[in-house]
């Protein structure tokens, strides 16, 4: 996949099918609009293309409202890759982005991609002020020569998925809920450091992570989690997010003990993919009541999750 940070200076020789949009979770709704793109363009001996921003337009239109991403903006594009396009256009957003009109930002666009078709979600807008309609788009796309296809909204179990359904279910713990709208486990990317040694004291040692900054985080409680290393080993593990309110510490961050592992990887990255919520983190009376409640929760975990 090429991918690009610009839209000027862009050679292609064939015709290009693009999927539009913010893209900000690669959520199943998202994956459905890419791999349509995708199987269409195939279909037509053309380009796939994903034309997307690598930053969320929030953090610039109005940084208070701007959500936690549900992903990085590598894994992003790595999720992006995966679904076999061809081009991304992963183009920071900017306020000369933010000022154009509906009619400049396709402009912008059709000056510079040789554009075949267009596929955007049915909730899709651009332009200032997301005045940009998709019928507006389809209307546009008669004059300049491209056709549009409007895919509706993906719902699962019920449920109309969407980045905002999503953050409210990781942010109420519920993970497995949310790993259904994703089509995987919520996952996060993080530098092993040292901490209190608290975890090896008590039986269960425990490898450290601060809470990456602007990522949506888990509420706070004990997870089932899979733990990759930077050699793409896996284990099963057992994750804490929170303030550890036993020993009243007010850092918050994420403490992961792996299962049937012993080995100190202070300094590595490892990516965690939690899997479902054990409990809500609790304040215990005593360090025993604590050891007894860990290995609970490990048990728990073993027989839940990796029997």
Same mark, same amino acid.
């Given at each position: ?10 050679? /292609? ?28 363009? =195939?279909?037509?001996? +053309?380009? #796939?293309?994903?034309? %997307?921003?690598? $930053?969320? &337009? ?7 409202? +701007? ?6 903006? /590598?894994? =992003? ?46 909730? *899709? %807008? ?16 008669? $004059?300049?020569? *491209? ?7 993906? #719902? ?26 994703? #089509?995987? &486990? ?45 050699? #793409?080993?896996?284990? $099963? ?7 550890? &309110? ?22 590595? /990255?490892?990516?965690? /993919? *939690? ?33």
């Amino acid at each position: 996949m090429k991918v690009f940070t610009q839209i000027e200076n862009v050679r /292609q020789h064939l015709p290009v099918y693009m999927a539009l949009g913010t893209f900000d979770g690669i959520h199943v709704g998202h994956q459905a609009i890419i791999a349509r793109t995708v199987e269409q363009a =195939k279909r037509n001996n +053309c380009l #796939g293309a994903v034309f %997307t921003f690598s $930053n969320h &337009p929030l953090s610039i239109i109005d940084i208070d409202r +701007c959500p936690p991403l549900i992903v990085t903006n /590598q894994d =992003k594009v790595d999720l992006i890759a995966g679904l076999g396009v061809d081009m991304l256009f992963n183009v920071p957003f900017t306020i000369e982005l933010l000022r154009l009109t509906p009619e400049k930002f396709l402009e912008t666009i059709v000056n510079n991609i040789n554009l075949e078709h267009i596929i955007v979600g049915e909730n *899709f %807008t651009y332009g200032y002020r997301g005045e940009g309609t998709p019928a507006q788009l389809t209307a546009a796309g008669a $004059n300049y020569g *491209f056709s549009v296809d409007v895919v509706s909204m993906v #719902g699962v179990a019920g449920v109309i998925v969407s980045s905002t359904t999503i953050r409210q279910l990781v942010a109420e713990g519920e993970v497995k809920q949310a790993a259904y709208l994703l #089509g995987r &486990p919520l996952a996060l990317n993080g530098i092993i450091m040292t901490g209190d040694q608290r975890g090896r004291k008590l039986g269960f040692p425990t490898a450290n992570l601060a809470i990456p900054q602007g990522l949506l985080v888990p509420a706070d409680g004990v997870y089932g989690v899979i733990v990759t290393d930077e050699a #793409g080993r896996a284990y $099963n593990g057992v994750a804490n997010i929170g303030n550890n &309110p036993t020993f009243t510490r007010q850092t918050r961050r994420i403490e992961v003990h792996i299962l049937d592992f012993d080995r100190i990887i202070y300094g590595q /990255q490892v990516n965690i /993919q *939690f899997i479902d919520r054990i409990r809500s983190e609790i304040a215990f009376s005593s360090v025993d009541q604590l050891k007894r409640q860990m290995k609970a929760d490990v048990e728990f975990a073993r027989r839940s999750y990796f029997s």
